[in-house]
């Protein structure tokens, strides 16, 4: 008897919500996971890089084991064998971190993480993810009228996927604890197995009665089908890591900036794999070599100050290049019966993708050197690829050859510098002969890889950068430009800067002076002498961050100095007399702990310090499991009696003031504030910053409390109190906008 159209209804809308159900969980899991694993490794925005990479190599596993579960058990045997999956995924539940997972190592910090996402929530996610392919697949068996092109339930997905990860950080995160976050994933992941048993109930009714379309006569795809599958999604998802890297480390460092490609890279899948894309493929394509361009304009005007076009030109760059890729892969999808082995090549090329750009290229480059390099490989994407054919390319081939000799001959052997009038022009020039040259795929790439190694070598501060690069971020050294201060940055913010140069050009040597927010009338030089003055000789000084060293020019004789710090490249360049001296001229025995502080600190014996002073903030990106309830019981354990702790909290886009009065208040703390910018001088690195003393009492801030510039602290009422179970950096953003 022929199924009924409320019967078909009714089976598409089962299918359809089982699969929104499935990527919602998975897209929520990462950032709700990730945020856990965050106070192990010190906040670094690396964590959500590697994160990536397992969540792209535990896609491939799952979808392996739907194509194998597809070809070799079907039917009522793959439904009993997933139902069985998913049920003992459940002892996996709630999430939360493996035991026995402590402390992180020295070094090799990512393959760490990777076992530990693995231990913790290998299952579910593994689980979780075979469950895209498959029920596509056991769609494609019910006689659904739709059942011989399935691929339009990836759209399903990919919405599913794009809603949760915009509802973690507006909506999730800001109004629930992550003990709630896990009990609703929890309660979630119950009604996905009672979804799938359905999907699996229509799926055996079905095959009784109706025909199998996924056993059609159509021949299978041939290796060089998969191989170019694997490449068009490996582009793609190499080139979100590395985007992302490059916006947060080189452009800005907003909050939540890392969303946005992923957004519209999970978008890109939903309008290509759309029975009729709102964006024709055919124009799609056209737009590709403008885009490209438009990555490398981004590129030539480096860290400028038209921030929001920098950001903007690599976004519309990347959606158009990723959507063209994505595009590439719908036109060439195979039919459902090939269904699996198709996202299984999918899901191989994100992880190819993601190890390149999340594991080896942080190993192998010290700058973000892999973005370029896929703004290449993804013009080497379009259709149309094949070899020079005419003499018009052979001579572009010549050009191009010759003109990066060139450039690296005068880079490296004259040391030629371009003025910015030169360079703009000969990249513009550039640009016209490839857009002349668009329709040829391969010459195309090539000059655009031209243009970049010009870029590179001839761009804003080129020859003048020493780039540092670990897990936890570029460090770059660079000197200003009149060469006057050699400064430390960490993304697009000054982590410290020295003069080495005089007005007239001469070296500037013996004890450095502390400059950028540790000069001597900054609010972290006016709380050391406060204590000094109350303790009547030399205090004892912990410091969380080292940066540049600083600080250690602000400590005076007897002073006794403690340095906490997660990163080991950052010791070797504040240690390193050929680019700082503050350590080895001012504080040559400084002590210096390896680690992140919430695990190190809690080492240190209770009571030690006169003055904790909290400074690990990088690149306006905030450790939020420093600014917690419970970090703040750890400070005040670390304090003496009558100590206090100095936080600096200066951010473009938060306001953590009233987060750090919530905090102390809740440990019986009491805070006072300075937010003045006295002493600055922007063209001598002097800033000004913003600084919470907190402490049992007021007697405790000594003169600090009779300044006028040091006032009281109130925590927001209306705020919960940010804990290590809750956090709400949403809330902080629109705290900083009223101001």
């Known amino acids: 008897?022929?199924?009924?159209?409320?019967?078909?209804?009714?089976?598409?809308?089962?299918?359809?919500?089982?699969?929104?159900?499935?990527?919602?969980?998975?897209?929520?899991?990462?950032?709700?996971?990730?945020k856990m694993v965050l106070p192990k490794l010190g906040g670094t925005p690396a964590v959500w890089s590697v994160a990536m990479v397992f969540f792209q190599a535990m896609l491939l596993a799952g979808y392996a084991y739907a194509h194998a579960l597809t070809r070799f058990a079907p039917g009522r045997a793959s439904v009993i064998v997933h139902m069985a999956v998913m049920i003992v995924a459940v002892f996996a539940l709630p999430l939360g971190i493996a035991s026995g997972w402590g402390r992180p190592p020295a070094s090799g910090q990512e393959f760490w993480l990777l076992g530990l996402f693995a231990v913790s929530i290998g299952l579910p996610f593994f689980a979780l993810s075979a469950n895209g392919p498959l029920l596509q697949a056991w769609f494609a068996r019910t006689g659904h009228p739709q059942a011989k092109d399935p691929y339009f339930l990836y759209a399903a997905s990919n919405v599913g996927s794009f809603l949760a990860l915009l509802a973690y950080p507006f909506v999730i995160e800001p109004f629930s604890r992550v003990s709630q976050q896990t009990m609703g994933w929890t309660i979630g992941f119950y009604l996905l197995i009672v979804l799938i048993a359905l999907c699996g109930v229509f799926l055996l009714r079905s095959r009784d009665a109706l025909p199998d379309v996924a056993t059609d006569d159509a021949p299978p795809p041939a290796w060089r089908d998969a191989l170019t599958w694997?490449?068009?999604?490996?582009?793609?998802?190499?080139?979100?890591?590395?985007?992302?890297?490059?916006?947060?480390?080189?452009?800005?460092?907003?909050?939540?900036?890392?969303?946005?490609?992923?957004?519209?890279?999970l978008a890109t899948f939903?309008?290509?794999?759309?029975?009729?894309?709102?964006?024709?493929?055919?124009?799609?394509?056209m737009a590709a070599p403008v885009a490209v361009m438009m990555l490398v304009v981004s590129l030539a005007l480096g860290a400028a100050d038209q921030i929001l076009v920098l950001i903007a030109l690599n976004l519309i760059g990347f959606f158009v290049l990723a959507l063209m890729c994505h595009g590439e892969l719908a036109k060439r999808r195979p039919p459902a019966r090939y269904l699996t082995i198709f996202y299984l090549c999918l899901s191989l090329g994100g992880v190819i993708g993601g190890i390149f750009a999340g594991l080896i290229a942080q190993r192998v480059f010290s700058w973000v050197a892999e973005y370029p390099i896929l703004i290449v490989l993804a013009a080497l994407c379009r259709p149309g690829l094949a070899r020079p054919r005419s003499w018009l390319e052979a001579a572009a081939w010549i050009l191009i050859v010759a003109g990066v000799g060139y450039a690296l001959y005068a880079a490296y052997v004259w040391r030629y510098e371009f003025t910015e009038g030169a360079f703009n022009l000969f990249v513009a020039a550039l640009l016209v002969l490839a857009f002349g040259f668009s329709h040829y795929v391969l010459t195309f790439a090539g000059i655009i890889a031209a243009s970049l190694v010009f870029v590179v070598l001839f761009g804003a501060d080129a020859g003048k950068r020493d780039f540092v690069r670990s897990f936890f971020g570029v460090h770059k050294v660079m000197e200003s430009d009149g060469g006057q201060f050699r400064i430390l940055k960490h993304g697009t913010i000054e982590h410290g800067a020295q003069r080495i140069r005089d007005e007239q050009g001469r070296p500037v040597t013996g004890r450095p002076v502390p400059i950028t927010y540790y000069h001597d009338l900054s609010p972290m030089a006016q709380g050391l002498n406060a204590s000094r003055k109350k303790r009547g000789g030399p205090i004892d000084v912990a410091v969380v961050g080292l940066g540049a060293g600083t600080l250690?020019?602000?400590?005076?004789?007897?002073?006794?100095?403690?340095?906490?710090?997660?990163?080991?490249k950052v010791v070797e360049i504040a240690k390193d007399p050929r680019?700082?001296?503050?350590?080895?001229?001012?504080?040559?025995?400084?002590?210096i702990v390896i680690g992140d502080a919430r695990l190190t600190l809690a080492d240190a014996?209770?009571?030690?310090?006169?003055?904790?002073?909290?400074?690990?903030?990088?690149?306006?990106?905030?450790?939020?499991?420093?600014?917690?309830?419970?970090?703040?019981?750890?400070?005040?354990?670390?304090?003496?009696?009558?100590?206090?702790?100095?936080?600096?909290?200066?951010?473009?886009?938060?306001?953590?003031g009233p987060v750090v009065a919530g905090v102390a208040a809740a440990n019986e703390l009491?805070?006072?504030?300075?937010?003045?910018?006295?002493?600055?001088?922007?063209?001598?690195?002097?800033?000004?910053?913003h600084v919470v003393a907190v402490a049992r009492n007021e007697a405790d801030f000594g003169e600090l409390a009779t300044k006028d510039t040091w006032v009281e602290q109130e925590p927001d009422e209306d705020q919960w109190v940010w804990t290590d179970d809750y956090s709400n950096v949403i809330g902080a953003i629109l705290e900083k906008l009223r101001e």
């Not at 089962?14 to 990462?30: G, R």
């Not at 014996?605 to 970090?631: G, K, W």
Request: aromatic share 10%; hydrophobic share 50%; with cysteine.
């Open 552 to 568: 250690a020019c602000q400590m005076r004789a007897g002073d006794r100095l403690t340095y906490y710090e997660i990163d080991p």
């Open 670 to 689: 009491v805070s006072l504030s300075n937010d003045s910018d006295e002493g600055y001088d922007d063209a001598a690195h002097v800033f000004g910053s």
């Open 1 to 34: 008897m022929p199924a009924s159209a409320s019967s078909f209804r009714l089976l598409l809308v089962t299918y359809t919500a089982a699969i929104f159900v499935s990527a919602a969980l998975l897209f929520a899991v990462q950032p709700l996971f990730a």
């Open 230 to 265: 694997v490449a068009l999604a490996a582009v793609p998802s190499a080139l979100l890591i590395a985007i992302t890297a490059h916006i947060s480390t080189d452009v800005a460092a907003a909050p939540f900036l890392w969303v946005v490609p992923l957004a519209l890279y």
């Open 579 to 591: 680019r700082f001296t503050f350590m080895s001229e001012c504080a040559p025995d400084a002590k």
């Open 605 to 656: 014996p209770n009571h030690q310090y006169d003055v904790l002073i909290i400074d690990a903030f990088s690149s306006d990106a905030i450790p939020t499991h420093l600014l917690t309830r419970e970090a703040m019981a750890i400070f005040k354990d670390k304090i003496k009696p009558d100590g206090m702790v100095l936080m600096h909290i200066s951010n473009k886009h938060m306001s953590l």
């Open 270 to 285: 939903v309008i290509a794999f759309q029975s009729r894309p709102i964006l024709p493929h055919r124009f799609v394509t």
